[in-house]
């Protein structure tokens, strides 16, 4: 995978990129710790958590698939609200894949890593060869450290017992209100967002749970036919991340 | 059932993955199919975070989770890292039911 066929990246900037990387494989994977015990919390045994975290391996989706199931919706409707929120990262292949520029099998792998953080950290170089550095140092960096800690974060969760008794259930809507975060510095976002809390609230006495979740998608279809502006929050910038704001140049 | 909600999950955002890769992008630069993809994860989150915090089955509920919201909120205008942001709105609520 590290073979890259243009040699022109001098050394010194392809290991400050990597640095970098690594500074927020460390910051995302400390909130994988957060994963885990929620996880657990929510009724999942560790195996399965740890089976989000290698195979999902993208957080919000993660952390969706959880929150259902903790707030007493089906696994499967977990699971297509994860799916949901996954779309983003196809919107993030788009703009990466001639910049990457990989074929075949590196694709193929390349793909399993294609996340917020890998993709801030590759969007905004100028060479393919700094890209692909930026883009595998820090998917790399992160899926190892992100397992490791929901890892060691549902087995805490599972020493820990009645997650209401930490606070857990309300550390949910936390994680959730930090992932939304970045992108509520835009006004049309911030509309969606609370259009799509009304909406939710509204289902949530009449209709099955899981469901008010999905029933929210339609607020992004409407919003999404009637306005016509761009989004600049759409893709995340190396500031949105933690620890990726700290060698800026 | 659950497993069969993480194989599916797991399948399904590996091939959106790849589809981003993969595919020409004039095929999902659409401007309307663009920007619903692009709100569909505010709308999402926002929901998550309305039902994790009011929710409580099949009824709405103000309680210690409100609270923990609120501190989350506070510690991300601060421009707290996630881990704090979720450890503060989990503090606020656990000390809140110590009362």
């Known amino acids: 995978m590290t073979a890259s066929p243009d040699p022109v990246l001098p050394p010194g900037e392809r290991s400050a990129i990597v640095r970098d990387g690594v500074a927020v494989g460390i910051a995302t994977g400390a909130y994988g710790i957060s994963f885990g015990a929620i996880s657990v919390a929510a009724g999942l045994d560790v195996w399965q958590t740890c089976a989000l975290s290698l195979l999902v391996f993208t957080g919000a989706s993660q952390f969706a698939l959880v929150g259902v199931v903790a707030a007493g919706g089906s696994p499967l409707s977990g699971a297509v609200t994860g799916l949901l929120l996954g779309t983003r990262n196809t919107l993030y292949g788009i703009r990466l894949a001639p910049l990457l520029g990989w074929r075949g099998w590196r694709r193929g792998a390349a793909a399993h890593l294609l996340i917020d953080e890998s993709t801030a950290m590759a969007v905004t170089r100028e060479t393919t060869a700094a890209a692909r550095v930026g883009f595998l140092a820090t998917g790399l960096a992160v899926f190892v450290l992100w397992n490791l800690a929901t890892l060691g974060g549902a087995l805490a969760g599972e020493a820990l017992g009645d997650p209401r008794t930490y606070g857990l259930d309300a550390a949910v809507g936390g994680a959730f209100l930090a992932l939304l975060w970045p992108r509520l510095k835009d006004r049309r976002n911030q509309l969606t967002a609370v259009l799509a809390a009304a909406l939710v609230l509204t289902l949530v006495p009449v209709a099955p749970a899981g469901v008010p979740v999905l029933a929210a998608a339609v607020v992004a279809l409407v919003v999404g036919v009637v306005s016509h502006a761009t989004d600049p929050t759409e893709v995340p910038g190396r500031d949105d991340l933690p620890g990726g704001g700290e060698h800026q140049r | ?99």
Do not use: N
């Not at chain 2, 497993?3 to 399904?12: D, F, K, N």
């Not at chain 2, 999902?28 to 993809?37: D, G, K």
């Open chain 2, 1 to 99: 059932m659950m497993w069969t909600a993480i194989l599916l999950a797991a399948l399904g955002c590996y091939l959106l993955k790849l589809a981003g890769l993969s595919i020409p992008s004039r095929v999902l630069e659409h401007p309307l199919v663009h920007r619903i993809a692009d709100l569909l994860p505010v709308a999402l989150l926002a929901a998550l975070v309305a039902v994790q915090v009011l929710a409580d089955g099949p009824t709405l509920q103000v309680d210690a989770r409100l609270a923990g919201l609120g501190a989350a909120f506070v510690a991300l205008l601060l421009r707290a890292p996630f881990i704090v942001v979720v450890l503060v709105a989990a503090v606020t609520a656990a000390g809140l039911r110590l009362l």
